[in-house]
């Protein structure tokens, strides 16, 4: 790393001795900034490089570096298309930090190091883009990751929507993860870490088609303080993480008993859920087990640590209403039964179709 | 990694017993397939996994892992969104393989692990979709990199054009490199390891706005074997790499020559350009080094090793044009010059406004 160093400093001499870089005060986004020359500098320069603030980022480089001791990787992507842009809760520059270090924490990695890339749409206005540049820079502090690399393109007006972001997200494996996605055993438990569908409902009432109003913001937050309160109440007992995004909690738990070989039973009665949420999907006619959460998890546990993992989970800011809702059952193999609470049990499938488009 | 290697094992054993995924029989894209559900299952299980073949990829966890020296980790990524998706010498698929896994070349390092995100519009053929992932598959296996993660959004018709890609690129930073985009010495000669502008004007005839028809192909093509060879040839006396992508050689030339606070001389008559695109060129009256490539790049290297350098970058395959095309001077700093040939030298300013839009 010393030839890295010495280059950053030198960066950092060149960067003070040169002409300040021009700020950027265009007051909407142009196919220029997307061409790669001096109108992408600026958008780069006047504002990403100020804003997301990293010094490897700064080193303006084709990549990214940062060193590493060896051990397992773990690298996730995800495109966000969220419409609207902002909601009640969140907006699609903090979704798009937490969404990325959340799918590597269910891993059992804490995100160090992230990629940005944004598909902008002309016309944007650069009061919105300046927003969600911020939102990054804010999300990414929050859940202690350098943003150090990232790209920025431009469509003609109408071929996006103001804005798709991409985000990759490396991390290195905790050495206390013993975590796949074939790990469920007949007998663990199934804990979530909170109130779940608030996200998707705070999108689809964001829209505006429902004339209902209820004051359901979205659940986005960075999860890994509660993969990391898990790990260490349960260690390699905690035996599958996963967060129920797209598809909600009933899509997750049919892939995981899927790739498990296992059935998973779900009581309903117990399944937190925020009163405004509930209300609104019942008008709806929407269950919330298929609704997309961004801030919550599943956690199947082994029976001996279930109880220990479920009270370190609710001690962890934010997930307070935590609860073991379900158990792992030998069979029916790769099926998801709900107990209603009043007898008999249902079928819970994955989702079909799409009700609601473009939650993240 | 025994863990992980068990899990894995254990993965393939479950789905070699359990029913045989869906294949993918939709004729379009619909919103479904981007909502988590059984849609998406169908088309991750059903399309990208038989075509992309990671092993890691087949694990369906939320990222892809992999096991790690320690080392300086890069990292790179790029949104695609050229217009069109399919053009003569590559498409789309080829592009985000080529232009991430390029990105990390120039920095010294072999890509050893890629992720791809898709934005795919509602209505998209199936047909043009199976393409673009198995030119994915191929030119990932032509850059020797594994695809270990993806991810899939869908938006409504209008609201893309076919498919945005965004990939992400991870490798390690090679031993025999001491590369900085600050690195630029006087005396460096300005190597660039094929003929410019192909890209750029085969993106642009393909859209058939002109009535030129001329035999144009991208130049797209993966990048380490040029930049393996110039480090086997001269070590720490290549001072920088740059891929000459969007705004062409120009841009980048002067990206460099500020970082480094150096000037640029460039012999215009020594720069390849392939007859074809030089006349296309010259009938459109764009100047070839503002055009974008996506298989050329620059390398600065020191004076006692510049020959060599050449030599070895000939040899490589596709770099036979390879050309010595000018050299930096410590004035005036932070500026390229053209030497015309005939006397007298210009400046050869960054690329201003776009006269080329979305070429990658």
Redo the contacts between chains.
């Keep these: 790393?010393s030839?890295?160093a010495a280059?950053a400093r030198?960066?950092r001499i060149?960067q003070a001795?040169?002409s300040k870089p021009g700020r950027f005060r265009d007051a909407h986004i142009?196919?220029?900034h997307?061409?790669?020359?001096?109108?992408?500098?600026t958008l780069i320069e006047g504002l990403l490089l100020p804003t997301l603030q990293g010094e490897r980022l700064a080193?303006?480089?084709?990549?990214?570096?940062?060193?590493?001791?060896?051990?397992?990787?773990?690298?996730?992507?995800?495109?966000?298309?969220v419409k609207p842009i902002r909601f009640p809760g969140g907006s699609i520059g903090e979704l798009a930090v937490n969404g990325t270090v959340?799918?590597?924490a269910?891993?059992g990695?804490r995100a160090c190091?992230l990629?940005?890339?944004?598909?902008l749409e002309e016309g944007l206005d650069a009061v919105e883009l300046r927003a969600e540049v911020t939102a990054v820079a804010a999300s990414a502090e929050r859940a202690e990751v350098e943003v150090?690399?990232?790209?920025?393109?431009?469509?003609?007006r109408?071929?996006?929507?103001g804005m798709?972001i991409?985000t990759?997200?490396?991390?290195l494996?905790d050495a206390r993860a013993?975590l796949?996605?074939?790990?469920l055993t007949p007998g663990d438990h199934v804990l979530v870490s909170g109130p779940v569908g608030s996200h998707g409902m705070a999108i689809m009432l964001a829209r505006g088609q429902f004339s209902i109003e209820a004051p359901i913001e979205s659940d986005t937050a960075p999860l890994w303080p509660a993969v990391d309160a898990l790990l260490d109440a349960a260690g390699p007992d905690v035996h599958c993480m996963?967060?129920a995004?797209?598809?909600?909690v009933a899509?997750a738990l049919n892939?995981l008993a899927?790739?498990?070989?296992v059935g998973v039973v779900i009581h309903e009665t117990d399944v937190p859920v925020e009163a405004a949420v509930s209300a609104a999907a019942e008008l709806l006619g929407i269950d919330p087990l298929y609704v997309?959460n961004e801030g919550r998890l599943l956690a199947f546990v082994a029976p001996t640590s279930a109880g220990a993992a479920l009270a370190a989970l609710r001690a962890v800011p934010g997930c307070e209403r935590a609860t073991d809702i379900g158990e792992v059952v030998a069979e029916p193999e790769?099926m998801v039964l709900v107990d209603p609470g009043f007898g008999g049990r249902r079928v819970l499938?994955?989702?079909?179709?799409?009700?609601?488009?473009?939650i993240?």
């Design positions: 790393m030839a890295d280059h030198k960066l060149v001795a040169h142009t196919m220029a997307g061409a790669g020359g001096s109108s992408t500098q080193e303006l480089a084709d990549a990214g570096t940062m060193a590493l001791a060896g051990g397992t990787l773990a690298i996730s992507t995800d495109s966000f298309v959340n799918d590597l269910v891993c990695a190091a990629t940005l890339s944004m598909i150090i690399s990232g790209d920025t393109k431009v469509v003609e109408g071929h996006a929507d798709y991409c990759t997200g490396v991390g494996v013993r796949s996605t074939a790990g996963r967060d995004t797209r598809g909600g899509s892939e899927r790739a498990s070989l997309a790769g499938d994955m989702l079909a179709g799409d009700p609601l488009p473009r993240c």
